[in-house]
């Protein structure tokens, strides 16, 4: 079983306080960078879409990355072109917007915030 997970997440402190978490229960966490320009939109560090770093699991915030081609690409070569699962997460208004753009993706919604116990069961069922 593939324990990668790319967590696309802007709020900095919320990605790294849930990163921890997921650390700690054995997840490998993809590193991510902050590209800046008018948006600050997370972005594979290092990686740049490298398809050699294939994550087993998408996990991403639907109130920062509403539409699937907002994460400069991510999601059209992991979740589309290798069929990897993605969890989406945020608040009811941004996941009601966010879910009809990822018909086509294997996709699944949790609210925010994030529970560990409800993640970590979705995460190897994903797996």
């Not at 650390?23 to 879409?49: A, F, Q, W």
Request: net charge neutral; proline share 7%.
């Amino acid at each position: 079983m593939d324990r990668t997970i790319l967590f696309v997440e802007k709020d900095s402190g919320y990605r790294e306080k849930v990163s921890s978490q997921l650390e700690r229960l054995g997840y490998l966490l993809l590193p991510v960078g902050e590209k800046h320009d008018k948006v600050r939109t997370p972005i594979l560090s290092n990686l740049e879409l490298d398809e050699s770093a294939i994550p087993g699991v998408i996990l991403m915030s639907a109130n920062n990355h509403p539409d699937p081609g907002d994460a400069n690409g991510i999601l059209n070569l992991f979740g589309k072109k290798h069929g990897r699962p993605i969890i989406l997460y945020g608040d009811e208004v941004a996941l009601k917007r966010a879910t009809p753009r990822f018909s086509g993706y294997n996709c699944t919604v949790l609210l925010k915030p994030l529970r560990i116990p409800e993640l970590s069961i979705n995460l190897e069922m994903a797996m």
